[in-house]
């Protein structure tokens, strides 16, 4: 079968916007990589031209805040550059293999416990019974004993209340929360202290959130964090929620890359007054997210308050190894790349693309 060459080649036919318009089109990470492994020039185009990088803005625009990227291996030396190379030549090809390793990392594989602890709630009625600790568990009893977090009573039922929660990772891609309202079975009626609607904030801590146990409860005691603590990178659209004892899932417009590692759930109106007081209140028995979280080999270093941030990479970590691996068997299928650079060679009278002609020469990552 012949051999792919020069008038074969689409990028060099088409010369260099038409080409990256095209490759733009790609939505699947492994497929750049295949473009890559295409030959050395096709793994020059992608590399110079950052595709690995655009492709994961398109795929989530919060990562716009990451101003550079940094090895862990050149924190202390800088990037080495070979023999008749240049330092920009060797940040593209670091930058490309970073990113590539990224976006392949962002591929779906749902996890539904992306919480790894509570940080504050705005109010809590009777602590530590009620606490927000209590929502990480996932049923509403426990032996006999009720569990669930309640705030304080309020005569206005516009008043809202916040819990706020620190994720598994500092990078977690957020698909879906979920919220179950509680209904106290103990009470005449069993009455459901759900909230009228919820919204959900992502973002980061201005403060660090490595504290030893005292300090952390005494916060969650006397609800020391306040929403300046926090900088928010996303907010939700509002959500209605039932006054059911179930646990509802409210899905995001689109996944969500959290930047930080910190959730915040706005629960917004009350609707149950408590037959004892006349007062109002809100009870949530469990909180859940769905997503993805991206733990090692990816970190991050949050530079200001402004959400600038430093994106770190350790290539040694076998996560990493990993994440680059193709499932089984899916070099084997045809993919969206070969697809379309078969039908280009169509198009330009050169008939269509068997399997070994894409493997001119090995990649340059």
Not at 256 to 266: D, P
């Amino acid at each position: 079968m012949r051999r792919m060459d020069n008038r074969g080649d689409f990028i060099q036919r088409l010369g260099l916007d038409v080409s990256i318009n095209i490759l733009n089109l790609l939505d699947d990470p492994s497929d750049l990589v295949r473009a890559c492994a295409v030959s050395r020039s096709w793994s020059q185009f992608v590399i110079e031209n950052s595709l690995c990088k655009q492709l994961c803005l398109k795929l989530f625009p919060e990562l716009s805040s990451v101003t550079h990227v940094i090895e862990v291996d050149n924190l202390i030396e800088p990037v080495k550059v070979c023999a008749g190379g240049s330092p920009v030549w060797e940040r593209l090809k670091r930058d490309n293999r970073v990113y590539a390793f990224f976006a392949r990392g962002l591929t779906p594989l749902i996890k539904k416990d992306c919480i790894i602890e509570p940080i504050s709630a705005s109010s809590t009625d009777n602590y530590p019974d009620e606490s927000i600790r209590n929502t990480l568990e996932p049923l509403d009893k426990i032996g006999f004993i009720a569990s669930y977090w309640s705030s304080k009573g309020e005569s206005d039922p516009n008043i809202p209340e916040i819990l706020t929660y620190k994720l598994v990772a500092q990078l977690c891609v957020v698909t879906e929360i979920q919220v179950q309202p509680f209904q106290a079975y103990f009470q005449y009626g069993f009455p459901i202290y759900s909230s009228k609607a919820v919204r959900f904030r992502l973002g980061y801590s201005r403060h660090p959130l490595e504290l030893d146990n005292v300090i952390r409860e005494d916060m969650l005691i006397h609800h020391r964090w306040s929403d300046d603590d926090f900088i928010w990178m996303y907010t939700s659209p509002e959500f209605p929620v039932a006054q059911e004892n179930e646990l509802q899932k409210f899905k995001l417009p689109e996944a969500v890359l959290c930047v930080g590692g910190i959730l915040q759930v706005e629960l917004l109106g009350r609707v149950q007054k408590q037959e004892m007081d006349g007062l109002y209140y809100i009870c949530v028995s469990h909180v859940q997210v769905v997503g993805r979280p991206l733990s090692s080999p990816f970190d991050i270093d949050m530079l200001d308050s402004s959400g600038k941030c430093t994106l770190k990479y350790n290539p040694k970590t076998q996560c990493c190894q990993s994440s680059t691996q193709l499932p089984e068997g899916e070099a084997d299928t045809p993919s969206r790349l070969r697809a379309l650079t078969s039908r280009l060679l169509q198009l330009l009278g050169n008939g269509p693309v068997g399997n070994n002609e894409l493997d001119e020469e090995p990649p340059v990552l």
